[in-house]
């Protein structure tokens, strides 16, 4: 029987699995061929590194109209609130089928839920598994993934780019070229439908929480072919990474910690958030990450400092072992003395701009995950709110993909040419080098007028040179990531020069020195919202 209809997958996180699997079951009996790709597995996903957990109301005194309030007001005014309802409102029923599929989360005393408290959210409402809640919903959705005959799993393939063509109602996008990693093979793979689930692009700055993988491939296809992004200005910087000095990668100290009790130190041992906001250390991530980085740039220190000590060694160990296991193994005891953070890259607010059924601005594309702008987040997302739009929204777009019947006939997957893949040149090296350090400087928690304009100058000499290496003949992975990181970049960066308040995430001191007003209070006085 030849397959009536084909959906390419890109992207093995949370989100893709979801939309592969919920779209197979929907399309039992029918001839969809499903297939689900990504350059290294589940377990090099962002979703995989997910410490803190999936916001769910599970307790009669909240109400998802509690949660649907709290995300509006992280999210600073810039959410779709209709997005916001249909996400928030399922998030008990997508916990439920979780634990059906046999997830485990932790318990009470009671054997009930047990949630925890994270910043922005006025209920303890983060379903978790100790600090390894995204591993643990990796785990279900992969086994049912590689269960499930239907998904055809490729673990090695890199997107390049996609596929478009003209047609008699306009652009549609009609597959995605992708290159193997092992052996540098190029192929055109043709789809009715292709997803893009691609991830985060923290790599783009010089510290960030997200895995290597995280370079943006989603985001900069999309660019490439044209469709409309989102949000781009909005990164959410993470306030608690765990500060390694000459350590490229960056650990994360989950927000979970601080609502079980840590607080944020001043360098002379004084409350950090005391007076800042009335949610104090549980305030919206922009609100502390700023905080902190005030605090650094004041005192002149590069980091501050953690204070766990008063949530108890059994609580900590019990709730925070894969924690507790990184702190002991570079010789520091959380319980005896405060651990030290700094800010870090964490999550990109907007991106490839979707409805609420992960349909993006092109005909045949979906967006779903951290690479999609779905309107969720707003210019700053809640804590743990990723884990659950990606449990939902790919349910929507599985049902809208099922719904469609409709398939012409698809030219066969064609090997196109082959890359010999080669190490990195040095000044390719350079060149990543140089964007993160000018993202960071100049892009990131706190940005201005100038130092954008510099960003933007020195982000089109690094595309230049990128484009020199390619030119000049050199096919290394690094390279090709460094050209999707680069576009990215200038994306957030272009929509920061854009911006004309201090919303969210996105704070241009020049704003301030104008007068124009921040949308909500950000820093200082207890007055906000
Ligand atoms: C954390 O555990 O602090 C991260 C959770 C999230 O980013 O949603």
Not at 313 to 328: G, V
Not at 329 to 345: C, N, Q
Request: proline share 4%; aromatic share 4%; charged share 25%.
């Amino acid at each position: 029987m030849s397959v009536q209809r084909k959906v390419i997958v890109v992207g093995s996180g949370v989100a893709g699995m979801a939309f592969a699997h919920r779209l197979s079951a929907l399309t039992r009996g029918q001839q969809v061929e499903i297939q689900l790709l990504s350059k290294a597995g589940p377990q090099a996903s962002n979703s995989n590194a997910a410490q803190g957990g999936v916001a769910a109301v599970i307790h009669p005194a909240d109400s998802w109209e509690k949660h649907r309030d709290d995300t509006l007001r992280v999210g600073d005014g810039r959410c779709d609130p209709a997005v916001v309802e249909r996400v928030v409102k399922e998030g008990a029923a997508s916990i439920e089928e979780l634990l059906a599929k046999g997830a485990r989360f932790d318990l009470d005393g009671d054997g009930r839920l047990n949630a925890a408290r994270e910043g922005g959210h006025s209920a303890a409402r983060v379903v978790h598994r100790g600090d390894r809640t995204g591993a643990e919903l990796v785990r279900v959705l992969y086994e049912q993934v590689k269960r499930d005959p239907r998904i055809k799993v490729e673990e090695t393939l890199m997107a390049l780019d996609l596929l478009t063509e003209e047609g008699p109602q306009g652009r549609r996008c009609t597959g995605i070229r992708t290159m193997d990693v092992r052996t540098g093979a190029i192929t055109e793979h043709h789809a009715h439908v292709t997803v893009l689930a691609t991830g985060g692009s923290g790599r783009i700055y010089r510290h960030t929480t997200n895995p290597a993988g995280a370079t943006g491939a989603g985001v900069a296809m999309a660019i490439r072919a044209g469709v409309p992004l989102r949000d781009m200005a909005f990164v959410q910087f993470h306030p608690t990474a765990l500060y390694e000095p000459g350590k490229a990668d960056t650990f994360l100290i989950s927000e979970a910690v601080r609502g079980a009790g840590a607080v944020l130190l001043m360098p002379d041992g004084s409350r950090l958030m005391d007076g800042r906001h009335p949610m104090a250390d549980l305030a919206p991530r922009n609100i502390v990450a700023r905080a902190i980085h005030a605090v650094m740039r004041e005192t002149g220190v590069d980091h501050v400092r953690l204070d766990a000590t008063r949530i108890g060694e059994a609580r900590f160990a019990r709730e925070f072992p894969m924690i507790l296991d990184h702190c002991w193994s570079i010789g520091l005891d959380p319980m005896k003395e405060p651990i030290p953070v700094m800010p870090a890259a964490h999550y990109l607010c907007g991106g490839i701009a979707t409805d609420a059924d992960g349909r993006t601005g092109l005909d045949g594309l979906i967006a779903l995950g951290e690479c999609a702008g779905s309107g969720l987040h707003g210019a700053d997302r809640l804590a743990s709110n990723s884990l659950l739009e990606a449990l939902v929204i790919p349910r929507y777009a599985a049902a809208a993909v099922a719904g469609d019947r409709h398939g012409d006939p698809l030219p066969s997957d064609a090997v196109t040419g082959r890359i010999m893949l080669m190490d990195a040149e040095a000044a390719t090296t350079a060149a990543t080098s140089r964007m993160r350090d000018c993202m960071t400087a100049n892009v990131g928690i706190v940005r201005e007028n100038e130092g954008l304009r510099t960003a933007a100058r020195e982000l089109e000499e690094v595309r230049n040179t990128a484009d020199v290496q390619w030119q000049a003949g050199e096919r290394s992975l690094a390279l090709m990531e460094l050209r999707d990181m680069v576009l990215v970049a200038r994306a957030i960066c272009q929509q920061a020069m854009q911006e004309p308040a201090n919303t969210g995430a996105h704070f241009n001191v020049d704003n301030e020195r104008r007068g124009v007003k921040p949308r909500v209070a950000t820093l200082v006085d207890g007055a906000t919202a």
